[in-house]
């Protein structure tokens, strides 16, 4: 226990210190939401890998499809190495952050208002956002509660509390500077964390080959075996829809978009483009292979009275036999994870609620200081908020919001994805085409969430779009779709102004 509390002090110290430290770039707007546009491609690479797996993956993700698709959950964390990681960088990285800094846009409804001349399409951008962000901030809780429990023997919230506590120091101090180190540091911790637990692991159960051997012998709900220890497992309709969801997700979530707006230089792009896909590879790679390794440890799974596992479960304890120092390191690897994400996601609600909502149209006239203060307010608001939905939800079970969660995703990267993508490359992409693709994707997603409670009936939707990760998925590929068709059919945008944005690409 002594071991397990000098780790958490010792990473609460650091993490303060840096906040604190890094007061002084926090100043103005450009400094406090996006570094200034100075941030180098190791702090932007690592602030977009931790951003994109957290808790949620480590625990939920890796610990459900690891159960469900065995040792073929692999493909998964490669698929968001390569799919998630590597191709956004590389597709929009540079034009990102060129045409942002060209259009002087912070946040990415403000690129939407400033490439299609629309306020309206800021402030619904804004609004879907804000609605569906909170949500999957309070999921991030979720992840640390059983590992807590297990680690330390104390209540829930008091997890919360402490988590929210030390977000809130050093986002609120030190922006998005303190969040890009912290990132950094948090990072490190993750890529220690994940291999030594893989080690441990695949150690408790003979090495390597006698792991997926026991995986080969494990039954499936039909009787059979070997599905389990196959290269796409039982279900591989269903694991191309996690994998769509998980790794073109990130092309369109406002929180990852957001990474590229901030790097220092355009070279710095092929840098960070490296870094960060072996940092996926190891860090989602490693979650999801050790996750399909979940069925043997079965014996010490928990179980609800249907007869149900409980997926959060199953990470916690096979990790739960593990000593004091390793179960240390995996806590503050859950935390590191936990807590980078949550300052990406706060930032990005509050930068977005204060310059594209409130400014402008709530109150006319805001100068540089009470626009950062006001992001500062609505951080902490946004983490008192989700805090206590997490806490609600933990206490009562409600299991409206954990749906909420799983829907967000879908709802997000579906209403931004095709639009932004497009926006970057095609000067024939115009705003009608955005406000029907989000317009489909969120109404879309919606109706899923209906289904999953039960308010509308199943036969809505066929049966492979029942699944909400299935219908997120949906939404991304059909945005792709939906933009250039309903643009082609409309009437184009004036030429000038389309010129004037795209004109950023021929200067060096």
């Known amino acids: 226990m002594l071991i397990k509390i000098l780790l958490l002090i010792l990473f609460f110290g650091v993490t303060i210190a840096v906040g604190i430290y890094c007061r002084k770039h926090a100043t103005n707007v450009n400094n406090f939401v996006l570094g200034g546009r100075t941030v180098g491609p190791w702090l932007t690479a690592f602030a977009f890998g931790t951003s994109y797996f957290s808790a949620v993956i480590f625990v ?41 800094q060209h259009l002087g846009s912070a946040t990415m409804p403000e690129f939407f208002s ?113 599905a389990f220890a196959s290269i796409f497992g039982p279900e591989p309709i269903n694991l191309l829809g996690v994998v769509i969801l998980t790794s073109l997700g990130t092309w369109g979530l406002p929180q990852m978009v957001q990474k590229f707006y901030a790097i220092k230089l355009e070279k710095s792009i092929v840098r960070g483009t490296v870094i960060s896909t072996v940092f996926a590879v190891i860090v989602a790679g490693g979650c999801y292979f050790l996750g ?7 014996n010490v799974a928990e179980f609800r009275a249907d007869g149900s596992v409980i997926y959060d479960s199953i990470i916690p304890n096979m990790l739960s036999g593990f000593p004091d120092i390793l179960i240390g390191i995996v806590v503050i690897l859950v935390l590191s994870a936990s807590i980078s994400t949550l300052s990406s996601l706060v930032m990005a609600s509050s930068s977005t609620l204060t310059l594209d909502f409130i400014k402008g149209q709530i109150v006319k006239k805001m100068d540089e200081k009470k626009q950062v203060l006001i992001i500062r307010v609505l951080i902490a608001i946004f983490i008192v908020l989700s805090a206590l939905i997490a806490i609600l939800q933990y ?28 926006s970057l490359y095609w000067k024939r992409t115009t705003k009608t085409a955005v406000w029907c693709n989000m317009g489909f994707s969120t109404i879309f997603m919606i109706i899923s969430l209906m289904i999953s409670l039960g308010v509308l009936p199943r036969e809505v939707f066929p049966e492979i779009l029942r699944s909400p990760i299935n219908a997120g998925a949906f939404c991304m590929l059909a945005g792709l779709i939906i933009v250039p068709v309903v643009s082609l059919l409309t009437k184009p945008p004036e030429k000038t102004a389309v010129e004037s944005c795209f004109d950023c690409y021929s200067k060096r």
Request: aromatic share 14%; glycine share 12%; net charge positive.
């Open 60 to 100: 939920g993700y890796a610990g459900q499809f690891g159960w469900r698709f065995g040792v073929s959950a692999t493909w998964i964390g490669l698929a968001n190495a390569i799919i998630g990681s590597l191709m956004p960088w590389l597709i929009l990285g540079r034009r990102t952050r060129v045409m942002t």
């Open 114 to 226: 400033s490439r299609f001349n629309s306020k309206n399409l800021k402030m619904v951008a804004s609004a879907i956002i804000f609605i569906f962000l909170i949500p999957y901030t309070a999921s991030l809780y979720n992840g640390l509660s059983r590992l807590f429990a297990k680690a330390f023997n104390i209540d829930f919230w008091v997890c919360i509390v402490f988590m929210a506590v030390l977000t809130a120091i050093y986002v609120i101090a030190g922006g998005y500077v303190a969040t890009a180190v912290n990132d950094f540091i948090q990072g490190i911790i993750m890529l220690i964390g994940i291999v030594a637990v893989i080690i441990a692991v695949l150690n408790t159960n003979g090495g390597l080959v006698s792991s997926i051997k026991g995986m080969a012998d494990v039954a499936d709900a039909s009787g059979s075996t070997g």
């Open 292 to 298: 399909g390794f979940g069925r043997l440890f079965s």
């Open 395 to 422: 206490n009562k079970n409600i299991v409206f919001i954990a749906q909420l969660m799983g829907i967000s995703w879908g709802a997000l990267a579906g209403s931004f994805l095709a639009p932004f993508l497009y």
